[in-house]
């Protein structure tokens, strides 16, 4: 079991940028594929990026490459999405996840969820 929180989330103009972290309760962090995603009003919750145990694999959906970076840092059980050029289609609840087993992708239920943090962008 893992237990994950977010942070970094506000309201903030189109063009800005934003950076939010995931911090993660167990010592063996490690070894978890770690991953976010994303649920605007009214919409499926999607996801947006993933990044492998080690850090050396990284994965994104189509609208958000070559904005959003994603990276961990292992030795504070910690997982980062540095967001740059929001748009106001980037407004939604960013989500922490975690799972042991797989690289997240599309296709991938995480095992473990964070709370939640808010992302709202202006025009």
């Known amino acids: 079991q893992v237990q994950l929180v977010e942070s970094g989330g506000g309201l903030v103009q189109a063009g800005a940028s934003l950076r939010l972290s995931c911090v993660g309760s167990?010592?063996?962090?490690?070894?978890?594929?770690m991953g976010w995603f994303r649920q605007a009003p009214g919409k499926e919750r999607e996801f947006v990026a993933s990044?492998?145990?080690?850090?050396?694999?990284?994965r994104y959906v189509d609208s958000v490459k070559g904005r959003f970076t994603i990276s961990r840092d292992n030795g504070k059980n910690e997982v980062y999405l540095q967001m740059t050029s929001l748009t106001p289609e980037d407004t939604a609840v960013y989500y922490c996840?975690?799972?042991?087993?797989?690289?997240?992708?599309?296709?991938?239920?995480?095992?473990?969820w964070g709370p939640g943090t808010q992302v709202t962008v202006s025009s």
């Open positions: 990044i492998s145990y080690g850090g050396g694999t990284t």
């Open positions: 996840a975690a799972d042991l087993w797989a690289h997240l992708g599309p296709s991938v239920n995480p095992a473990y």
């Open positions: 167990t010592g063996t962090f490690s070894r978890y594929f």
